[in-house]
């Protein structure tokens, strides 16, 4: 019989186990296994293949049940995802109803869960922009949260692995507050688009508009070939599951590439319910599962551990990973975990027309969008409220073709439509500031159906964060009128907190353990063989797109950990 405790507890045994297989965990996972290490990856949800398992990718809109929208009794089962724009019978397969994980908001907070293979890697809006200086050095500049304790320098050679690995479309435009990349060929903008680039340029020394920066293969590498990855159609459907592997996800690539090294085990179904920490040893040993569908209590054991579970969850797993020496929470001898929680606002929207340009339309579709730096309070504090915001900046031109008539009449109206005035759309992406009163923590009493105890959310707006939304409407509508647009017309979508998938904090890097949870390389102060590289690391937002550095984050981890590793100092 001991002969079979030993056994079981060997075939549990693994170099590495990496929390999560979205967008940070699928890199873990890649560069764990490439770099030889035996990796055991869990996930909550159920197992995706790439391709397989995507239902609706390659429906036609009428061959949808319900012709794309939800029936009233199911979208009751979604009420948190419903609101949310990704939201449609095409896409409900990758949704996660409300009841599978219940949680308290003490403030209204919309948190956006995928439990499957992939995560949200599958849903997100591929926009990929590095950070600079400007960003790393916020905190420090304005006193608000913790300095970082890295800059651009320290992580622009990791930017670069996973844009080249990802593929990334972008154009190198040379502004000092967006670092380029290593770019694939960038998608065109429109005419009007152009148009407001030039008016921004003449009338302004400051104000940037570029070509978004987007994960999608518009010119694909021998490397994406190799991932079994093709060029990108242009559908605009991603969020269905790209048959292609057009625009990247840890289901099209990482997971994939890291299971041809033999060195990957991926395990489905399994509900983290904490890590296991060994007082003796002085680190952590492994980690604690629930299998969803036995309710089975399984441990498995490594020597370091990834936590990349995203931002929420990662930080209910490390507040439930409790012992006589963290009885508040692995590694929280200060007292700090799950608190200074921020986001990003995409409140602000602003639209308008423009009667220029009628020659022109756009042909095709294009998954991607124009972008607008950051351009308050970059280099001074100059408004205020502190930090900033950018801004997505998009095209259309509608018809309406004349269906008055009948027969030949009627087909040759419709065949003659009549173009409209341009529209023209811009979303904010303002960044807010981590404070100690946006928090979550642990319930004593109330459990999920797991046994695990339910996360309090209290993560709003601030005052600051009402001051930059009046700011966007007040500076575009300027812009748009510099720009010759018209009818002009500001809007507040009212979205929740955690709507937009921009949640982190939490479980801050920092350079002092009085005031952080992790050190510059996203270990851990208290716990050194357990690192978090997930949005949950993040002391400060920025105003980017947070994916491309999670993954960079990651990327860099993995490289200090493995050789830590390897000389035995963990």
Known sequence: ????????????????????????????????????????????????????????????????????????????????????????????????KDKEQEYIQDQPFDWMRAYQVGGRSLLWARQTQRWSDFDFEGPARDGYAVDWPIRYADIAPWYSKVEKFAGITGNRDGVPTLP???????????????????????????????????????QPKAIHYQQGRAQCQNRVICERGCPYGGYFSSVSATIPWAMRTGKLTLRPHS?????????????????????????????????????????????????????????????????????????????????AEYDGLLDSTTDGKRPNSSYVLRFRNVYKQETDFIRGYAAGFSTSRGYAPDTSGVGEDLKNSLM?????????????????IPKEASRVWLDKDLKDKYGIPQLHVSVEYDNNDEKMLKDFWEQYSEMYSKAGFSNIQVHDTKRNPGSENHEMGGVRMGKDPKTSMLNKWNQMHNCKNVFVTDGACMPSTSTQNPSLTYMALTARAVDYAVKEMKAQRL
Request: net charge positive.
């Open 180 to 218: 380029d990349g290593e770019f694939l060929t960038p998608h065109e903008m429109s005419c009007v688009e152009k148009h407001f680039k030039q008016q921004m340029a003449k009338h302004y020394k400051d104000r940037y508009v570029i070509i978004g920066r987007a994960a999608h293969l518009t």
């Open 271 to 351: 509900v983290v319910h904490s890590i296991i920490y060994d007082n003796k040893k002085q680190k952590a040993t492994g980690v604690r599962i629930i299998d969803a569908n036995t309710r089975e209590m399984i441990e498995y054991y490594a020597k370091i551990i990834f936590v990349n579970a995203s931002t929420v969850n990662s930080n209910l797993i490390l507040l439930n990973s409790v012992s006589d020496r963290f009885p508040n929470g692995l590694g929280n001898d200060n007292g700090l975990l799950g608190k200074y929680m921020a986001f990003h606002s995409f409140r602000g929207r602003i639209t």
């Open 416 to 432: 003659k439509p009549q173009w409209g005035l341009w529209q023209v759309n811009s979303h904010m992406m303002g960044e807010t």
């Open 1 to 96: 019989m001991s002969n079979l405790i030993i056994d079981s507890i060997k075939e549990r045994t693994f170099d590495a186990i990496v929390i999560g297989s979205g967008m940070s965990g699928g890199w873990a996972a890649k560069d764990l296994t490439e770099k030889g290490l035996k990796t055991l990856v869990l996930e909550r949800g159920r197992n995706i293949e790439h391709i397989k398992d995507y239902p609706t990718t390659l429906k036609n809109p009428w061959e949808f049940e319900h012709l794309g929208q939800v029936p009233n009794h199911i979208k009751e089962e979604y009420k948190i995802p419903s609101r949310h724009y990704i939201f449609g019978e095409s896409t409900l397969h990758f949704l996660v």
